[in-house]
């Protein structure tokens, strides 16, 4: 045992030391049982105690694993999906749910489905955290949710202060830190509960899993087995198949973010320098409002999420979508390659998505090649 503390960048290199147990092999095996066998004396065979694949699985608790290293939470429970995770913290919540306006599509909608069928969440705007505390003065909320950088709008909110407002009122906050990844921030070492990732998009990382995690810091929480309850009563456990990619993919975590955030802040000045472009909002940009709190919260980079308004409305976004040869017109986002989304054309307009804005994530193609494809597209309007 070396005394040495490894960094995050190394611990995820070697899945948090995870490996082959029965054969020596570097890498851990995919476990893909559904049922586990009972002795002669009819209990259950190793120290896991575990008999079926809804409950355990020793692939699934190795991803966790890695999660809760990189997050420096205590433990990890992965779900089927990152809407999963985000839907089985809030009904989980011991009472009324605080929400952050303007949210990615997914949240606020499941949000409003449950408030038809008579949940209490509340929104706030995340941008002035007064309006939390109002909301936690009014309706005495449960649980703060909130997501930093926000998608696709990319507010940033102050994790810290969210956090001590949301104690300092008895509830608890969960951040949704999907777009950041644990590699340029740890809401828990700010102060929140929990941690939620579609690890879908950066942890994977490759567009070819779909998976959730959250990650608590005080697992004596009684949120905590009231979420453990509901993964395994409401099925929601991650299939083996994608929590072994998952975990592939994060040994390269740091090195993919890494540059996707050096070319995704690259990005946003020859955006924000482009005629053809009316506003751009990345948090690594001086003018972005809330520039100064995601210097504070975020290391190493701001993340491989920006949008951007093109000059003119609908018509003129979708004319530089349709020129694009590289970067692909397709939604999600944190994978290696670049895409695309007009998220106006697929959210209603309640949700105050500005007409001209295009989503981008930024992947690990050479920079040049996006920056090339983008300008080239913007050239038939501008
Ligand atoms: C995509 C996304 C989710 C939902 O995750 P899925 O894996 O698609 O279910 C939740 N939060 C944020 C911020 C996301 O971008």
């Not at 990152?82 to 929400?99: E, F």
């Not at 644990?182 to 998976?211: C, M, N, R, Y």
């Not at 940009?285 to 003119?312: R, Y």
Request: glycine share 8%; hydrophobic share 45%; proline share 5%.
């Amino acid at each position: 045992m070396s005394r040495h503390k490894w960094h995050p960048q190394t611990i995820a290199a070697h899945a948090a030391g995870r490996t082959d147990r029965t054969f020596g092999g570097v890498v851990a095996p995919i476990s893909v049982a559904t049922t586990f066998e009972r002795g002669a004396d009819y209990q259950l065979a190793d120290e896991t105690q575990k008999s079926y694949r809804r409950d355990f699985n020793p692939t699934v608790a190795d991803a966790e694993a890695v999660v809760s290293a990189l997050e420096g939470g205590a433990q990890t429970i992965a779900f089927a999906s990152g809407l999963s995770a985000v839907t089985s913290v809030m009904r989980a919540a011991s009472g009324p749910v605080a929400l952050q306006r303007g949210t990615y599509y997914g949240t606020s909608s499941a949000a409003a489905f449950y408030v038809e069928r008579g949940a209490k969440i509340v929104e706030f705007d995340p941008t002035h955290l007064t309006t939390l505390d109002a909301v936690l003065a009014r309706d005495k909320p449960a649980l703060v949710h909130i997501e930093t950088p926000s998608n696709p709008l990319i507010t940033v909110v102050d994790i810290k202060s969210a956090a001590d407002r949301a104690h300092a009122a008895g509830a608890l906050l969960a951040v949704d830190g999907t777009t950041a990844t644990p590699a340029i921030q740890q809401p828990l070492s700010l102060g929140a509960d929990l941690v939620i990732h579609s690890a879908t998009k950066g942890l994977a990382g490759h567009s070819d899993v779909l998976a959730g995690t959250v990650t608590v810091a005080d697992p004596d929480l009684p949120i905590w087995s009231t979420l453990k309850s509901m993964r395994v009563l409401e099925g929601a456990m991650l299939s083996p198949w994608d929590a072994f990619l998952l975990v592939r993919g994060m040994r390269t975590l740091h090195l993919r973010i890494r540059e996707m955030n050096r070319s995704a802040l690259h990005i946003a000045h020859v955006l924000a320098g482009h005629p053809g472009v009316a506003r751009v909002r990345y948090p690594g940009l001086q003018d972005h409002p809330q520039h100064a709190i995601a210097a504070a919260q975020m290391s190493g980079g701001f993340g491989s999420l920006l949008s951007f308004e093109v000059a003119g409305g609908a018509h003129e976004a979708l004319a530089v979508c349709a020129g694009l040869n590289l970067i692909k017109r397709a939604t999600s986002l944190g994978g290696v390659e670049s895409l695309i989304e007009h998220r106006h054309s697929i959210e209603p307009a309640s949700t105050g998505v500005p007409p001209a804005l295009l989503r981008l994530s930024v992947g690990i193609e050479a920079v040049e090649d996006i920056v090339a494809d983008l300008t080239d597209a913007l050239s038939a309007i501008a």
